[in-house]
Nanobody, 124 residues
Framework: QVQLVESGGGLVQAGGFLRLSCAAS????????MAWFRQAPGKEREFVVG????????SYSDSVKGRFTCSRDNAKKTVYLQMNSLKPEDTAVYYC?????????????????WGQGTQVTVSS
């Protein structure tokens, strides 16, 4: 079992930045692929970025590529999402997710554990 707790969300102006953190607890973490998803009001949950268990491979959605950076510190059991040049369309609840596998895909069903989410609001 892996428990996930996100933090770092908030209200920021367009062009600003935020850094989200996802703290994991449980018996295993370093062998789990991780990801960030987001869900805006009235929209389906969408993939933002995935990171392999060692952190060596990341995959970003086109909408955030070049602006967001995902990293992980397995010693601290924490995954980070640095979000720069934020846009109003980035407004959403951001969820951290963990898979049982060392590499996972871009679909919600690829992930087995989810955090409660943290709200990110970008004002124009």
């Amino acid at each position: 079992q892996v428990q996930l707790v996100e933090s770092g969300g908030g209200l920021v102006q367009a062009g600003g930045f935020l850094r989200l953190s996802c703290a994991a607890s449980g018996r295993t973490f370093s062998r789990n692929a991780m990801a960030w998803f987001r869900q805006a009001p009235g929209k389906e949950r969408e993939f933002v970025v995935g990171i392999s268990w060692g952190g060596g491979t990341t995959s970003y959605s086109d909408s955030v590529k070049g602006r967001f950076t995902c990293s992980r510190d397995n010693a601290k059991k924490t995954v980070y999402l640095q979000m720069n040049s934020l846009k109003p369309e980035d407004t959403a609840v951001y969820y951290c997710a963990a898979a049982r596998t060392v590499v996972a895909g871009t679909l919600s069903v690829d992930y087995d554990y989810w955090g409660q989410g943290t709200q990110v609001t970008v004002s124009s």
